[in-house]
């Protein structure tokens, strides 16, 4: 028998995106879509259409470039926001709007103050409204987890008989445990009678660490829908995670009986690609992507992988996307070294951005001039530090850092603004803060700095640093990567700086 389809529903742009400090830009966003396109993924929420027009205008740019996946996004049970989805999806070749409203007695009470069967008519209201606009209609029951079970196979069935083509039932806050989420799948299948006419979905939240059990439970009980995020990056403590789902469902198809859309061999640059632009590391053991999750480090181990690899792995690295380096990059890799590497981790160059690739060389040169060998997470490093459409009116020229456990951290850095040369010193708690203080010193801004952070790879790794600065309510990313760690915060902290000032010109 052929197995099942299951449909996974990629919702980083929209939960993932969510969590503070991962927000991503319209070209972040677009560039993530074509690679989770190219992943195979069968739906993108491109974002939340009514939530700014930031995100309204990155959610139609992806409905009009992004071809393959059903685009959606989401919206509150009310005709403004349903609207604005609409809109932002029409572009697409297939889209589909998703609305969320509660079903639990703790929304119903605290969050709406209405009763049941207000917020059932309201959410019927929403679905008729919506397919005068869209014919592919999701409605989540948010908060399904804990809601009374007639309230929500009444909701279910009614919104169904409204138009709704998925349901989509929510773990909201990750309280659910698997055997008893996939009985309730089970329970919901069986009861709703009219359930044949839509689309089973799940999405599930990390709290207790169930949230690929939970999926997995409720693909077993028949759900068609899976709903997740690559690196289970999203609200709290994350969503639901693409690659474990995947690949369980891959790996036990025995049990599991299903199958997905899923190029497994695109789960790793993508995941590469999603922890850089969102600034998100990924824990080193965590499953299928974390840089231990195909390392065999004790001697019994490595010697029974060495004898029959099966011993200790169940699936190839190379199936999700991990390769073992066929051409290692040194300070003597060309270019066309560099693009043929760039290419397998998910970054194509073509004639037509020869700049931005003559830019990620030259960075690519000074980093492999001090390492001996420029990894794949380094590569991800590199380029997420290409240049931006901002005009550098404070470009480092030169720095001196020190620290010791008697004194304060001193810095002296010199910076190149509108043809002049100026230099200033600073002190701070480490070096990276006491160039900040001479930064400061020297441009005079009256920014705020909210937050630093870092991350590296290994004892020679390229430090990526991510710095946000805020002025009033504006906030500012600015993004660097060297091996020098304070000279990637101070290179991430002009960057921000250059988009306050390009923002503000006044202030220079
Ligand atoms: O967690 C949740 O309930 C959601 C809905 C919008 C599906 O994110
Ligand atoms: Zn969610």
Redesign the pocket.
């Known amino acids: 028998m052929e197995p099942r389809k299951v449909d996974i529903f990629d919702?980083t742009l929209r939960?993932g995106e969510q969590v503070p400090g991962a927000s991503l830009n319209r070209d972040e966003k677009l560039q993530i879509a074509h690679q989770l396109a190219h992943l195979g993924v069968d739906v993108i929420e491109a974002g939340f259409a009514a939530s700014s027009p930031g995100d309204f205008a990155a959610i139609k740019t992806i409905a009009e470039q992004v071809k393959g996946p059903t685009i959606t996004a989401?919206a509150r049970a009310v005709k403004a926001d349903i609207e604005a989805v609409a809109e932002a999806v029409k572009p697409a070749e297939r889209k589909r709007i998703?609305m969320?409203l509660g079903t639990s007695d703790t929304h119903l009470e605290t969050k709406f103050r209405k009763s049941r069967d207000e917020i059932l008519e309201m959410g019927v209201a929403a679905v008729k409204f919506a397919r005068n606009l869209c014919d592919d209609i999701e409605y989540?029951t948010?908060?399904a987890s804990r809601s009374d079970f007639d309230y929500l196979c009444r909701t279910l069935e009614a919104v169904i008989d409204a138009g709704a083509t998925v349901v989509?039932i929510?773990?909201?806050v990750g309280y659910a445990v698997p055997e008893q989420w996939g009985d309730l799948i089970r329970r919901i299948i069986e009861r709703v009678p009219n359930i044949h006419r839509a689309k089973v979905s799940v999405?599930c939240?990390n709290d207790l660490g169930m949230a690929t059990a939970n999926s997995l439970a409720a693909v077993k009980a028949g759900a068609q829908q899976v709903?997740c995020t690559i690196n289970g990056v999203g609200?709290r403590a994350g969503n639901a995670s693409l690659e474990e789902i995947v690949m369980a469902i891959k790996m036990r198809g025995d049990f599991y009986g299903g199958r997905t859309g899923i190029r497994t061999q695109e789960i790793y640059p993508t995941s590469l690609m999603v922890r850089e632009l969102m600034n998100m590391p990924v824990q080193r053991n965590k499953a299928i992507v974390g840089a231990n999750a195909f390392a065999h480090s004790s001697g019994i181990h490595q010697d029974g992988f060495l004898k029959n690899r099966l011993n200790y792995e169940i699936m190839r690295p190379e199936d999700v996307g991990i390769e073992k380096s066929d051409i290692v990059l040194t300070a003597r890799s060309g270019r066309h070294a560099l693009r043929h590497r760039l290419e397998k981790v998910g970054h194509y160059y073509d004639a037509s951005h020869r700049e931005a690739f003559e830019h990620i060389y030259a960075r690519f040169l000074t980093v492999a001039d001090r390492k001996k060998e420029v990894t794949d997470e380094d590569l991800h490093h590199i380029v997420s530090d290409a240049p931006m459409d901002v005009p550098e009116q404070y470009l480092l020229e030169d720095f001196h850092a020190t620290s010791g456990s008697q004194q304060a951290a001193t810095a002296h850095v010199r910076i190149h603004i509108s043809g002049e040369s100026i230099a200033e010193s600073g002190t701070g708690s480490s070096p990276l803060l006491a160039a900040f203080d001479a930064i400061d010193r020297i441009t005079k801004l009256p920014s705020h700095l909210e937050d630093i952070q870092t991350s590296a790879n290994g004892k020679e790794g390229v430090h990526n640093v991510t710095v946000r600065v805020s002025y009033h309510t504006q906030t500012f990313f600015g993004r660097s990567a060297d091996t020098d760690v304070v000279k990637a915060g101070i290179q991430a902290y002009l960057s921000s700086l250059n988009q306050l000032v390009a923002r503000h010109s006044g202030l220079l």
């Open positions: 919702t939960d989401l998703h969320v989540s948010e908060d989509n929510p773990d909201t999405h939240h709903e609200e």
